[in-house]
């Protein structure tokens, strides 16, 4: 018995860490130091594929990573601020940020490691699935300038729905969040009544309420009636929350799912550094327009055994095993091209000159 299960766990740890890139520099298992802890702090967005990476990587190597949902922003401030080794984020870095993480490391990298769909989460009573709305309609919203569900601008676009005479409550996120960062960049992109701007921090100024976190919009939508939100799609399908579909750039309603998600991904541009430019208004037929990456910024110059350790668990994250569980938690492998210029990205982190 007692070799049947040494002999899983070696087939187990091969299994996960052999390398499956193409790039020059594979990082298995047995570059892993056990007793070496990293850390990581950041967005919310990944978070509950990032703990399904941890476990994996736990089981198979013995060596632990700790990641903490803090929100993009304040994983950003912590990377700059040394106390934690990675930071993970739905947004690239300020101009500021970036000249500080310079002036810390000598340099960072962009690993973009998953893909996922911002949807748009809604709590009515009488209202299921089905609820149609444009980036117009998210703009009024979501700026506290459109009151009622059953207004007009809502209504005739869902003709089918008896919407109510009710109040609509916008929740949003209360940090510094690159959710949100990814949110109104496609309302500045795709909407012409939002005039707030891209930013990663939500105003609240005209009736929204804040919540910390997807999980605290996701759970204030739950359980507030006549309410509306944003948060990536596993917090909603985890907490059974209605989902709305979004018209995109060719005019047609998609719902947030993997396939909407990659055929949007798809169409963004890749940028060296490993980030991609995002198009929110493509016209790609069945496209879902408020679709993201999420990445892990990485100092190239770190402690040689965290930076082992690191290159060997976001290896992983980058294998098929690992973007293959992507459809299970509700989100989406990242297209092979972006997977190239990351795994070329981490073989940056305390190179060898």
Not at 8 to 34: P, R
Not at 166 to 184: E, H, L, M, N, Y
Not at 306 to 324: D, P, R, S
Request: aromatic content about 8%; some cysteine.
């Amino acid at each position: 018995m007692l070799r049947r299960k040494i002999a899983a766990g070696l087939v187990l740890a091969a299994s996960l860490f052999a390398a499956t890139q193409t790039s020059a520099q594979a990082y298995t298992a047995k570059d892993v130091d056990k007793k070496v802890t990293v850390t990581g702090a950041g967005a919310t967005f990944p978070l509950n594929i990032i703990e399904a990476w941890k476990a994996d990587y736990k089981k198979a190597t013995g060596a632990s990573i700790n990641y903490a949902g803090v929100g993009s922003g304040a994983g950003r401030t912590q990377l700059i601020n040394g106390t934690v080794d990675f930071a993970g984020s739905d947004v690239v870095a300020s101009a500021d940020e970036t000249k500080k993480l310079k002036a810390k490391y000598g340099d960072f990298v962009y690993v973009p490691e998953t893909a996922g769909a911002v949807a748009i989460i809604y709590n009515v009573k009488g209202i299921g699935a089905g609820l149609k709305l444009t980036a117009d309609d998210l703009g009024k919203i979501f700026a506290g300038r459109l009151n009622f569900w059953d207004d007009p601008l809502i209504q005739n676009d869902n003709p089918g729905l008896d919407l109510p005479h009710a109040i609509i409550q916008p929740f949003v996120r209360s940090d510094k969040s690159g959710t949100t960062g990814v949110f109104t960049g496609y309302l500045k992109a795709a909407s012409t009544t939002w005039d707030g701007g891209e930013t990663q921090q939500f105003p609240i100024n005209n009736g929204q309420i804040g919540k910390s976190g997807s999980d605290g919009v996701a759970n204030a939508v739950k359980a507030t009636n006549n309410s509306i939100g944003y948060a990536e799609v596993s917090f909603a399908k985890e907490r059974g929350i209605s989902m709305a579909t979004v018209r995109n750039g060719a005019g047609t309603f998609e719902v947030a799912d993997r396939d909407g998600t990659k055929t949007a991904i798809d169409q963004a541009k890749v940028n060296a550094d490993g980030s991609l430019t995002l198009d929110f208004t493509t016209k790609v037929a069945g496209a879902y327009p408020i679709s993201t990456v999420s990445y892990f910024l990485v100092p190239t110059k770190m402690d040689a055994k965290k930076g082992q350790n690191l290159k060997v668990f976001i290896n992983y994250c980058l294998g098929k095993t690992a973007q293959g569980k992507a459809s299970s938690l509700n989100y989406s492998a990242v297209p092979e091209r972006v997977l190239t210029i990351a795994r070329t990205n981490l073989q940056k982190v305390n190179a060898k000159k």
